[in-house]
């Protein structure tokens, strides 16, 4: 396991896990603006679609999901170094309240079509304003754990974060090394 400086400012990483040529982040983007594996996606996942987004219309998740990921990859690349990276990321537990080493976050998109976004990009917190992008999905249910695509993002959550506490990489310098 390797990791990428996304922005090369060393404030977002993106995994590069064993045996993959590319981050996730690279991946995830190219999956979510590619129609046909959205096709495929949604086809398989026309239940979950309609049962909690109330969608039926695959052309229309398409489009949606085209549309909210070239959003939410113009705010993750193109962020201005002044703004935060912190105004993207939320704690993973709605309910945490306290901050964590190595704390799990979230990014999401922006509502499209008058819905919520079903993206979700999954990241480890290294350091104020210094994540570590671990995955990402598209997420049609209320939970993680009803789904085997996003129950393997809380895994992959997991794997990362204790890969850096056994490298001791819980800040940018030990990042750095890992790179």
């Known amino acids: 396991m390797r990791f990428e400086d996304v922005l090369s400012n060393g404030k977002l990483w993106s995994t590069v896990y064993d045996g993959e040529e590319e981050n996730v982040l690279s991946q995830l983007l190219g999956n979510w603006l590619d129609p046909v594996y959205l096709r495929e996606f949604f086809e398989a996942n026309i239940a979950d679609l309609e049962s909690y987004f109330h969608i039926s219309n695959v052309d229309l998740a398409i489009f949606d999901t085209v549309k909210d990921a070239t959003t939410l990859a113009c705010l993750i ?41 079903w993206l979700r990009i999954y990241a480890i917190k290294l350091d104020k304003d210094v994540f570590v992008i671990t995955g990402g999905a598209i997420k049609l249910t209320r939970t993680m754990q009803e789904r085997a695509q996003t129950q393997r993002e809380l895994e992959r959550l997991e794997r990362v974060r204790n890969f850096l506490l056994e490298e001791g990489a819980v800040d940018v310098d030990g990042i750095k090394t890992l790179s």
């Open 77 to 117: 690349l193109d962020l201005k170094p002044e703004i935060p990276l912190e105004s993207l990321f939320r704690p993973l537990e709605n309910s945490r309240l306290g901050e964590m080493i190595l704390s799990k976050e979230k990014a999401k998109g922006k509502e499209v079509s008058g819905h919520a976004s």
